[in-house]
Each structure stands twice: as C-alpha cells, then as structure tokens.
C-alpha cells in the first residue's frame, strides 16, 4: 500500500506541474483552454468554476495526463472564438506553450532540491576503504581511509556525491581533450595532510556504469571494522539452537581465525548444511560449538545462514555521517547545478543508449519506478523527494526530445515552420504521429520488458 500511494503521489504531483505549465503559458498568451485532465481514459471526477472555460479532469488511468485547448485541428472553432484558438498563434508562442510543460518539470527539480539542500541532506563522509592493487585508485595512489575533499576544484560533501560526479566525468569524457580521462582528486589522509592525486577514468566507458562502477576504478566507501562479536540472535535460529549468546566472541570456524565479521559470514554462506566448528570466547571460557548452516536460496545460489547478527559500534558509524546544508542563496545556485547536470548526463546516456554503447536495460517502465518510489517513501521524506526531483528531470528530459506525440516533437514541427515560412503539411503531421506511436510502442515494450526481468530476477 505504501508503494502504491507513493507512486500515485508521484505521478499526481509531476502530471500536475508538467500540465500546469502548459496551462499556464497558454492563458498567458490568449489561448482558450478547454480541460485540464490528470489522467487518460473516463472522466471520474470534474469541476468547472463559475466564469471559466476549463473543465478541471481527474481520469481512471492515472499515467500521465493532458491539457486540451481550442484548436481547429480537432474540433470546430466559431468564428467569434478564433483569436482564442491555438493554432491560429503566433509560432513563438505555440513554442512557448508547448516547451512550458518540460521547464515547469525543471522548475520542480529546482524547487525540490533547493528545499532540501536548505534542510540539509544526510549522506555518509567520503572516507576511502580499502584500495585493491591493479586498480586506477591504486595506480594513483589512493590510500585506505584518506577522506576526499574535491574533485577538480569542486568541493564534495558526501559519498553520495563523490558517486554522482565520477559519474559525471566517465560519462562526459571526450577523446579530444588533452586530459580527456583524468580527474583532479584533493584529499585529507587519515592523519589530516593534504594530498592530490590524478585518477584516470578512462579505461571505463559507459558500459561499465552497470553495477559498481566505484569499485572497478578502486573506490569503496570505508566502513568502521565489525568485530566477529555476537549482538543477536534470531529466535529459534539455528545460532540460538546452538547454544550462541549475545556476546560471545568468534574466535574461529573450521580452525580458521576471525578477524572481522564478514569473515565469519562469508565462511557461514559457503557452508549450507554442513558442520562448522566454532571457536568461542564467552567471557573468560573458551567454547567449542557446532553449527550447521541453514540453506537457503539467494538470488539462484544456496548460501548458508545461521540467524545471528553482529554487534556494532554505534558511534563509529554514526561518525560516518554527514549532514550536507547550505543557506537559501547558496542552496540555490546547488539545487540549479544540480539540475543542470543531472540533465545533462541524462541526455549523455540516451544518446549512449541510441548509439549501442549504453545497454537498453538501463531503461525501467512504471512497475520499476513505482517500486522505487515505495523504497524511497519508506526510507522518508529527503530519500522520497530526491527521487521526484530525479523523475521530475527525467520526465522533462524525455518530453523534450524530438518525437512526434512528444512536446519536443511538436516544438520541432512549430522549429520547421518558422523556418520555411509555412505550417508543416497535413501529411507531414500524420506520418510523423505515426512514428512517434511505434517509438513510444517500442520503448514502453522494452521498459516493460525490463520491469518483468527484474522482478522475475529480484
């Protein structure tokens, strides 16, 4: 239930902005609009106010929706209400009408990331784990817990963005550069001295942003060590039925010592069923246990559980933790950079996408956004409106690209007649719609395909 509410709430709010801005720029430049729709399909609810000519809609297809104005295109216009018809406007102001709907979806983005860069942003310290050798984190000489401070002359606050803006850069790379590939790092070792390095991202292309592109150029984030240190135990686990208590200290299993916690649990996993012999420090005694590992499946692989959790040093962790603000001007120019960029590596990876070098799997239907919107609402209210602002972006980006039936569609035919001095032909209108529908057929089989295989693949 949560996840549906959430994704209603989503799609409700961008729908509105989006048509809004249509809405609005339409009044503003004389046009007559008829009804104002959130959603397809039957009427359910409508409202018209005293001394208005616009029908306000909510429909039973909550997927999107519509602004519908007077045009002669679609219906007959009196003689009397031509000036108000859309199609007898000047070309720059059906632009203006039409490019609205996208710019209110930025305008949103712009507003939603301002609210929360002036709230503040929790995020976790960009502190550096471990470095494996061969990587290009290793051949710049990263080291283990050096904290990074900035990336060519631009401060980063936050793990979160340290991954956005290397992002950025594998994404933006240009062959044609002399430094194409090679980003400035400044960075704070553990024991506080400045250090720079020069981190070459050039051996990863945009095929490599599926997964954890950190972790193939060397960057893992640095994560306070866990003891082999019981701090619970499920009930009626088989640790419980073994005689594990909080508290007990893992010396061993299988005679191989315990160094950290997730040497325990990897040493767990890939024994389902079969005997491990524990080696346990309960208080001044030493204990010899027998545990048998629970099968169970993950993913397609069967991995051994056992039903115990670790204890942890909750102040280590929470020193790991940031809260990223800035005051309202400041926010200000944040949120718009932060809008620009996540456009333009939008845009960068559709044209990846449309060139073969970005797989087509990058692409999620409704199922996949709405699962992220549950995800995100259940995490609160920062996780929940970041993710609006990203589909707030990503809805604007995809109605400006140059698709009849889109609103970059249209504003390439009103482009065409400025520039031939004429309205684009009848013929020319219909083909184009017929194009645009199997365009839009297609990427909807294919976001729709890619929603089933996740779910199916978990």
């Known amino acids: 239930m949560i996840t549906i509410f959430a994704f209603i709430v989503a799609i409700a709010l961008l729908v509105v902005f989006h048509e809004y801005g249509h809405y609005w720029m339409a009044r503003r430049c004389g046009v007559r609009v008829l009804r104002f729709s959130i959603g397809f ?32 295109r679609e219906d007959e216009v009196a003689p009397r209400d031509l000036p108000y018809a859309f199609n007898r406007k000047p070309a720059l102001q059906r632009i203006a009408i039409v490019a609205a709907g996208p710019l209110a979806n930025f ?59 290397l992002l950025e850069a594998v994404v933006r790379q240009n062959p044609d550069e002399v430094n194409n590939g090679r980003v400035q790092i400044e960075a704070r070792t553990a024991g506080g001295e400045p ?67 997730m040497d325990l649990v990897e040493l767990i996993r890939a024994h389902p069923s079969k005997t491990v012999m524990l080696e346990v420090r309960r208080g001044a005694a030493t204990l010899e246990l027998r545990v ?23 102040a280590a962790w929470k020193a790991m933790l940031v809260d990223v603000s800035y005051s309202p001007l400041k926010a200000l120019t944040q949120s718009l950079r932060k809008t620009w960029e996540t456009t333009a590596i939008s845009l960068d990876m559709m044209g990846k996408m449309v060139m073969g070098e970005v797989s087509m799997k990058n692409i999620s239907g409704p199922i996949t956004i709405a699962d992220y919107a549950g995800q995100s609402a259940k995490m609160g209210a920062v996780a929940y409106l970041s993710f609006l602002a ?60 890619n929603d089933l295989n996740r779910f199916v693949s978990g």
């Open 41 to 72: 399909g039957k009427a359910i609810y409508s409202k018209r106010f005293a001394n208005s000519d616009t029908e306000w809609v909510i429909s039973a297809i909550p997927l999107g929706g519509y602004v519908k104005m007077l045009d002669e």
């Open 107 to 165: 305008l949103l983005a712009i507003l939603l990331y301002w609210g929360l860069f002036v709230h503040g942003v929790p995020g976790v310290k960009p502190v550096l784990g471990e470095v494996p050798q061969g990587t290009p984190a290793a051949a710049a000489q990263m080291q283990t817990q050096e904290t990074i401070i900035g990336i060519n002359g631009v401060p980063v606050p936050s793990w979160q963005e340290l991954h956005w803006m």
């Open 195 to 261: 250090v720079e390095h020069q981190l070459d991202v050039s051996s990863l292309g945009a095929k490599d942003l599926n997964g954890d592109f950190l972790g193939k150029l060397g960057l893992h984030l640095y994560q306070p060590v866990v003891r082999p240190v019981i701090g619970s135990v499920t009930e009626g686990s088989v640790a419980q039925r073994a005689g594990l208590q909080r508290g007990d200290r893992i010396l061993a299993a299988n005679g191989v010592e315990m160094q950290k916690w």
């Open 292 to 314: 048998i590992p629970q099968a169970v499946d993950e993913s397609g692989k069967t991995i051994g559980r056992i039903g115990a959790g670790p204890e942890v040093d909750e």
């Open 390 to 449: 990203l589909i707030s972006i990503s809805l604007g980006v995809l109605n400006l690209l140059p698709i009849p039936l889109l609103d970059g569609g249209h504003l390439l035919y009103y482009v065409a007649e400025m520039i031939k001095g004429s309205p684009v032909s009848e013929f020319s209108w219909e083909f184009g719609q017929k194009i645009g529908i199997a365009l839009l057929g297609t990427l909807m089989v294919f976001a729709i395909y």
